[in-house]
């Protein structure tokens, strides 16, 4: 019963305690510089705005190379800009893509071929 009172108490004192000034490895200021940083990012997560971003991202095709692709290259970009990134930027490539021309769906032992419309 002593180590659960004696837990108790160090877990109270833990959660009240304040970190150290200066992270080890890193100067004051960058100590500081660092801590903003962390905060920053801790402040990010959010249930509500992964469902938005969800939604928003999945809401059309977005097949490679199409307009809404790059739509939602530019609106990717645009967001980790705004969430503090110094530089963003959308590397093009130049590829081939297996765009079909036509398609067919037959049986071969009777005559029968599906209406693709």
């Known amino acids: 019963m002593r180590w659960a009172t004696a837990l108790a108490i160090a877990a109270t004192a833990a959660v ?14 960058s100590s500081a510089a660092e801590r ?17 971003y969800h939604r ?3 809401q059309e095709p977005h097949v490679a190379g199409s307009d809404r ?3 939602l290259a530019e609106w990717v970009r645009d967001r980790w800009i705004e969430y503090g990134f110094d530089e963003a930027e959308i590397v093009e490539h130049e590829v081939l ?3 079909p021309v036509e398609a067919t769906v037959e049986m071969t032992d009777r005559a029968w071929k599906a209406r693709l419309t």
Do not use: C, K, V
């Open 16 to 29: 009240g305690a304040q970190a150290p000034a200066n992270i080890f490895g890193f100067t004051p200021a």
């Open 36 to 52: 903003t940083l962390e905060r920053r990012f801790l402040a990010l997560p959010s249930a509500d705005r992964a469902r938005e």
């Open 56 to 58: 928003f991202l999945t």
């Open 69 to 71: 692709n790059r739509a």
């Open 97 to 99: 893509l297996p765009w």
